[in-house]
């Protein structure tokens, strides 16, 4: 895989070019595991008290370690990642206003991007292969239907707050069971959604509470998700320079059999962050999350670390522990998995 960054600043000005290739030894074809995305092609420009993105871009809602149940801009790149924190690049054009009272942010999609999944004998796939070919939309402008979002964030005191209302077409697909050709596939259905959010992370010391919460509507009753938790940190472990972060949080979510399926509907998640504190910038952040009901449980854990002036490395580990084949993580209990990454910089 390769991922160059590039971005060059002419006074107020920015450009930046973040295109991203895999290459998968072995499939066969530019489909599934091989695949290119630009994660991010867009011109930036900064006056006082505005700032407007135009091009393909990426933005970051939530305050959670687990989920964030408020991120929806960007689609997943299922094929990178199950933890839903690849996102691909997302055309757009966004605007946003700075006053004393927070920043008021609009975002216009003209263009919506498909959910990416691997091929039929690759990770991380499915019981049954999934059709991406030919994708169904729930407006007749399909992908070219625009979405729009807007968003509040402001700080108060010990609070950071954020609010968003989105409309336009789910990033989650509904995977339809199709017959084709003699065979069943799964056919993504993408459904018109509105949504509406919070996000609230609160500082108190060591303490860090932190909330997300979403109503949507469109496919099915409209539900709520939630992600609600604490991280608490002790500083200077052992008389060293090692601050250890606990992490404790619990997923909810209310969708019905007509919604996309979710596997976090009654979770909670346990985790820890290490900062080493070092010239090289150690982290670990190691974790899982529990289904309360069935016991099926996600692993992960993270390192990276800085090497001299120019090279930086990252590992990642994921695993599925009581994973039962009709369970929530069924189709993904052996596709665990190693991955190291490895920066150079200019």
Same mark, same amino acid.
């Given at each position: 895989?390769?991922?160059?960054?590039?971005?060059?600043?002419?006074?107020?000005?920015?450009?930046?070019?973040?295109?991203?290739?895999?290459?998968?030894?072995?499939?066969?074809?530019?489909?599934?595991?091989?695949?290119?995305?630009?994660?991010?092609?867009?011109?930036?420009?900064?006056?006082?008290?505005?700032?407007?993105?135009?091009?393909?871009?990426?933005? &970051?809602?939530?305050? =959670?370690?687990?989920? $964030?149940?408020?991120?929806? +801009?960007?689609?997943?790149? !299922?094929?990178? /990642?199950? @933890?839903?924190?690849?996102?691909?690049?997302?055309?757009?054009?966004?605007?946003?206003?700075?006053?004393?009272?927070?920043?008021?942010?609009?975002?216009?999609?003209?263009?919506?991007?498909?959910?990416?999944?691997?091929?039929?004998?690759?990770?991380?796939?499915?019981?049954?292969?999934?059709?991406?070919?030919?994708?169904? &939309?729930?407006?007749? =402008?399909?992908?070219? $239907?625009?979405?729009?979002? +807007?968003?509040?964030?402001? !700080?108060?005191? /010990?609070? @950071?707050?954020?609010?968003?209302?989105?409309?336009?077409?789910?990033?989650?697909?509904?995977?339809?069971?199709?017959?084709?050709?003699?065979?069943?596939?799964?056919?993504?259905?993408?459904?018109?959604?509105?949504?509406?959010?919070?996000?609230?992370?609160?500082?108190?010391?060591?303490?860090?509470?932190?909330?997300?919460?979403?109503?949507?509507?469109?496919?099915?009753?409209?539900?709520?998700?939630? +992600?609600?938790?604490?991280?608490?940190?002790?500083?200077?472990?052992?008389?060293?320079?090692?601050?250890?972060?606990?992490?404790?949080?619990?997923?909810?979510?209310?969708?019905?059999?007509?919604?996309?399926?979710?596997?976090?509907?009654?979770?909670?998640?346990?985790?820890?962050?290490?900062?080493?504190?070092?010239?090289?910038?150690?982290?670990?952040?190691?974790?899982?999350?529990?289904?309360?009901?069935?016991?099926?449980?996600?692993?992960?854990?993270?390192?990276?670390?800085?090497?001299?002036?120019?090279?930086?490395?990252?590992?990642?580990?994921?695993?599925?522990?009581?994973?039962?084949?009709?369970?929530?993580?069924?189709?993904?209990?052996?596709?665990?998995?190693?991955?190291?990454?490895?920066?150079?910089?200019?």
């Amino acid at each position: 895989a390769v991922q160059p960054e590039l971005r060059y600043d002419i006074g107020d000005w920015r450009a930046t070019l973040i295109p991203f290739a895999r290459w998968d030894s072995q499939q066969e074809g530019w489909d599934g595991r091989n695949h290119a995305d630009l994660r991010e092609a867009n011109i930036f420009y900064q006056s006082a008290d505005w700032d407007v993105t135009v091009g393909f871009g990426k933005v &970051f809602w939530g305050v =959670a370690e687990s989920r $964030n149940v408020v991120d929806i +801009v960007n689609q997943t790149d !299922f094929v990178e /990642d199950t @933890d839903g924190d690849e996102k691909l690049g997302q055309p757009m054009v966004q605007f946003n206003y700075l006053t004393d009272y927070g920043a008021f942010g609009l975002f216009v999609m003209p263009g919506f991007r498909d959910r990416t999944f691997a091929g039929d004998e690759a990770r991380f796939g499915f019981a049954l292969p999934v059709d991406d070919d030919d994708p169904e &939309f729930e407006r007749g =402008a399909g992908r070219w $239907n625009p979405d729009l979002a +807007v968003r509040y964030k402001h !700080f108060i005191g /010990d609070f @950071d707050l954020g609010l968003h209302y989105f409309h336009g077409h789910d990033r989650e697909p509904r995977l339809v069971p199709t017959v084709q050709g003699g065979g069943v596939a799964l056919v993504p259905h993408y459904d018109l959604i509105h949504q509406g959010g919070v996000d609230v992370q609160a500082t108190f010391g060591p303490w860090l509470w932190k909330f997300e919460g979403m109503a949507r509507g469109g496919r099915g009753d409209v539900f709520a998700a939630t +992600v609600a938790g604490v991280e608490y940190t002790l500083f200077g472990v052992a008389e060293s320079a090692v601050d250890v972060g606990l992490i404790a949080e619990h997923l909810y979510d209310g969708r019905d059999s007509d919604a996309p399926p979710t596997a976090f509907d009654n979770d909670a998640f346990f985790g820890t962050r290490i900062a080493f504190n070092d010239a090289a910038d150690t982290e670990i952040l190691a974790g899982g999350i529990v289904d309360l009901e069935s016991g099926e449980t996600a692993l992960s854990i993270e390192f990276e670390r800085r090497f001299g002036e120019n090279w930086s490395a990252e590992a990642e580990a994921r695993g599925f522990v009581d994973a039962p084949a009709d369970g929530d993580y069924g189709a993904f209990r052996k596709d665990s998995m190693l991955q190291l990454r490895v920066f150079r910089y200019f």
